[in-house]
């Protein structure tokens, strides 16, 4: 969430002891099951695709719950504080909860064809390691080390900017975003939004329809659109529309690390 340049701002939380929670050893399966091949024309074509019921509801209850539970956290934003929108977030600590520590390397893996055709197509000379723990490794030996996975919390009138999740030089081209709380019931307003500017055009907004426990996959950063005279670059930022009412949750799989 927060640009790199401002990490060294937020306050770390103080450590007490973790509690466990639950995993789920059918997540590798759920994920195989998605429907990959739309989503990667989805991303293709949008720069974002829908996971459709990545998590059941219990699943969202139970990480939404964790909220007040400083033991699994690093730190806390308060976004007002940094012009970042309004309403709260707070890092997760390693070892990370069971559901988000299974989901993350198994994401990455049906991620990482696209996140290194993009870097080909852009000219961009990185390549992703076949392993979400060899990339880590890689964020690690260059001093991003500190987890990058949150739980977001908004209320009545809060709203979170435009914005890309860049925090070193290593970044993984897309990330996922699971809405945990169900719109209608839950809450009103609060839309997943992305912007996609394009050279000497005007931004192109997107808004993602997500139910509880559905997810969205999306460009960080850049992604290569095919134009008549081969491909060129497009600019990505997203974030949510004013929350009319009621409380939303969201955890945020980013597949970087941390400076
Ligand atoms: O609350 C949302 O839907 C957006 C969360 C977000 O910015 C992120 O996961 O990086
Ligand atoms: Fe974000």
Same mark, same amino acid.
């Given at each position: 969430m927060?640009?790199?340049?401002?990490?060294?701002?937020?306050?770390?939380?103080?450590?007490?002891?973790?509690?466990?929670?639950?995993?789920?050893?059918?997540?590798?399966?759920r994920?195989?099951?998605?429907?990959?091949?739309?989503?990667?024309?989805?991303?293709?074509?949008?720069?974002?695709?829908?996971?459709?019921?990545?998590?059941?509801?219990?699943?969202?209850?139970?990480?939404?719950?964790?909220?007040?539970?400083?033991?699994?956290?690093?730190?806390?934003?308060?976004?007002?504080?940094?012009?970042? %929108?309004?309403?709260?977030?707070?890092? $997760?600590?390693?070892?990370?909860?069971?559901?988000?520590?299974?989901?993350?390397?198994?994401?990455?893996a049906?991620?990482?064809?696209t996140?290194n055709?993009?870097?080909?197509?852009m000219?961009?000379?990185?390549?992703?390691?076949?392993?979400?723990?060899?990339?880590?490794?890689?964020c690690?030996d260059a001093?991003?080390?500190?987890?990058?996975?949150?739980?977001?919390?908004y209320?009545? %009138?809060?709203?979170?900017?435009?914005?890309?999740?860049?925090?070193?030089?290593?970044?993984?081209?897309?990330?996922?975003?699971?809405?945990?709380?169900?719109?209608?019931?839950? $809450?009103?307003?609060?839309? $997943?939004?992305?912007?996609?500017?394009?050279?000497?055009?005007?931004?192109?907004?997107?808004?993602?329809?997500?139910?509880?426990?559905?997810?969205?996959? $999306?460009?960080?950063?850049?992604r290569?659109?095919?134009?008549?005279? %081969?491909p060129?670059?497009?600019?990505?930022?997203?974030?949510?529309?004013?929350i009319?009412?009621?409380?939303?949750?969201?955890?945020?799989?980013?597949?970087?690390?941390?400076?």
């Amino acid at each position: 969430m927060a640009p790199t340049a401002i990490m060294g701002q937020i306050p770390p939380m103080t450590a007490t002891a973790k509690t466990i929670t639950r995993t789920s050893p059918d997540i590798p399966a759920r994920v195989d099951a998605l429907g990959w091949e739309q989503i990667t024309a989805d991303l293709d074509a949008q720069g974002c695709a829908v996971l459709k019921q990545l998590l059941a509801p219990q699943e969202c209850d139970a990480i939404a719950a964790l909220y007040p539970d400083d033991s699994q956290f690093r730190s806390k934003v308060v976004m007002g504080r940094h012009g970042f %929108g309004r309403g709260e977030y707070k890092y $997760f600590s390693y070892p990370l909860p069971g559901l988000i520590a299974e989901l993350r390397p198994v994401l990455y893996a049906h991620l990482i064809a696209t996140a290194n055709r993009w870097n080909q197509t852009m000219g961009i000379d990185i390549s992703y390691p076949a392993s979400h723990a060899a990339f880590l490794k890689r964020c690690h030996d260059a001093g991003q080390t500190r987890p990058t996975p949150l739980l977001l919390q908004y209320g009545e %009138g809060d709203y979170n900017c435009l914005h890309q999740d860049l925090y070193g030089e290593h970044v993984f081209p897309i990330q996922v975003a699971i809405l945990l709380s169900q719109p209608g019931r839950d $809450f009103t307003g609060g839309e $997943f939004v992305l912007t996609e500017q394009r050279p000497r055009m005007q931004s192109r907004p997107e808004v993602v329809p997500l139910t509880q426990g559905d997810a969205v996959a $999306f460009a960080v950063h850049h992604r290569p659109v095919q134009g008549t005279r %081969g491909p060129y670059r497009v600019n990505l930022r997203h974030g949510v529309s004013r929350i009319r009412s009621g409380h939303r949750h969201t955890v945020g799989v980013i597949f970087h690390d941390a400076k």
